[in-house]
């Protein structure tokens, strides 16, 4: 780990016109552990002035997080990946190969010490993103993070429509500084969820682009979002 750069193949793309937050890319797959840490060290520098916000677009190897709700009895296979217990909020989540994890480091102290409006602006990107490839993001009271309408899928016990959830956001703050983020799912192996109940939710599910038939590569994801960026974050 270098002093600036999170591994030697991360690299940093080209700023985004007006802005001054940073953007990093690693593409081979990251150690939980390992982007905690790099995570926490770039938070203390971006307190103390001597690093710009940033936004670090990775993956990981198959593992679980535990954010700060999370039950043991939603963890229903703990043997089949390694769970990592984490300070962001949020309950059981997976990351894996397919799946693009985007950890921002954006100061709230400027941007409006709003948590539940950057929570929101999190959630308005996302579904911003989606739209550019003719999908219909939604978000549900009680529900955070991103939903897709299921109408092509049988309806619940109840008689409601399925919804399949294609993004998960979980933040921390430290000194009205953020990190961890947000995970989209491109093409991962949705089986590897069978291992927890996602976000503590029963009975919805998840999915992904190429799961509802979009021939979407992560580098595609990732030009949506830098597009769509400057629409709910300023400077």
Same mark, same amino acid.
């Given at each position: 780990? $270098? +002093? /600036?750069?999170? /591994? #030697?193949? &991360?690299?940093?793309?080209? #700023? ?9 890319? &690693?593409? $081979? ?8 840490? =790099? ?8 307190? @103390?002035?001597?690093? #710009?916000? /940033?936004? =670090? ?7 679980? $997080?535990?954010? &700060? ?6 963890? /229903? ?9 984490? %300070?962001?909020? !949020?309950?059981? &989540? ?17 941007? %409006? ?11 308005? =990107? ?5 739209? !550019? ?13 991103? =939903? ?15 919804? *399949? ?28 969820? +069978? ?11 998840? $999915?992904?682009?190429? *799961? ?11 030009? @949506? ?11």
């Amino acid at each position: 780990m $270098t +002093a /600036t750069l999170p /591994t #030697p193949d &991360t690299v940093t793309l080209p #700023p985004l016109e007006g802005s001054a937050v940073e953007w990093l890319l &690693t593409p $081979t797959p990251v150690g939980h552990p390992e982007a905690v840490e =790099w995570m926490e060290a770039r938070v203390a520098a971006i307190l @103390a002035g001597t690093a #710009p916000e /940033t936004l =670090w677009l990775v993956e990981h190897p198959p593992l679980y $997080t535990a954010g &700060t709700s999370a039950r043991v009895e939603d963890l /229903t296979d703990p043997g089949r990946f390694p769970v990592h217990p984490t %300070g962001r909020g !949020g309950q059981y &989540t997976y990351h894996g190969p397919g799946q693009r994890v985007v950890y921002v480091m954006l100061d709230l102290n400027r941007r %409006g010490r709003d948590v539940r409006a950057f929570v929101q602006a999190l959630e308005g =990107w996302v579904i911003d993103a989606l739209a !550019g490839f003719g999908l219909r993001g939604e978000i549900r009271e009680g529900r955070v993070g991103v =939903w897709i309408a299921r109408p092509d899928r049988p309806s619940l016990p109840d008689g409601t429509m399925r919804e *399949d959830k294609i993004a998960a956001i979980g933040i921390k703050l430290r000194r009205w500084v953020s990190f961890h983020g947000l995970s989209i799912n491109v093409e991962p192996d949705l089986s590897h969820y +069978a291992g927890i109940v996602p976000c503590g939710i029963s009975g919805h599910g998840v $999915t992904s682009l190429v *799961d509802l038939g979009l021939p979407v590569g992560i580098d595609d994801l990732d030009a @949506a979002l830098r597009v769509t960026f400057p629409r709910h974050f300023a400077g």
